[in-house]
C-alpha cells in the first residue's frame, strides 16, 4: 500500500489519507482488509478509528484507489453520517433513545361507497 497524500485535520481531529494499493493476482481488498493496512501505515493509530471511503478499482487494472480518515478516538468519529458507521461496524451513539413504539391507530370504518352515475357515453358531447 502506497500512500499517494497524507493531511493533518486537526480541527476534525482526524487525518485524511489518499492511498492506492495494487493486488497483482487477487481480487479487490474488502473494506475490513483496507482499513486494517491503512491502520498499519500509521503509528499508534487501530483500525476500529479508520473509515475508509471513495474506493475506487478501475476494470481490468489491480489497482484499487481511495481515501482513508484515521481519527484520533471514537468520539471524533461521531460526525461521520450514521450509514457511513453503520457500514463500518462502528457503534453509534449508545446515549440515543430508543425508537418509541408507534401509537394506535384507532378502528375506523371504511368509508361508505360512493354511488355515482354510471355514464359510459364514450366521451364524446
Known sequence: MEIVDRKENSLLSRIEIRFQLRHEQSAT????????????????????NVIVKDVNTRFGQPLTTGLAFIYDSPEAMQIE????????????????????????????APPAEIETEDDVSGGEE
Open 29 to 48: 481488498p474488502s473494506r475490513s482488509n483496507l482499513r486494517s493496512k491503512v491502520a498499519s501505515l500509521e503509528p499508534g493509530s487501530s483500525a476500529s
Open 81 to 108: 453520517p450514521q450509514y457511513i458507521l453503520d457500514r463500518h461496524g462502528v457503534a453509534g451513539e449508545e446515549d440515543a433513545p430508543a425508537e418509541k413504539a408507534p401509537a394506535e391507530v384507532p378502528d375506523v
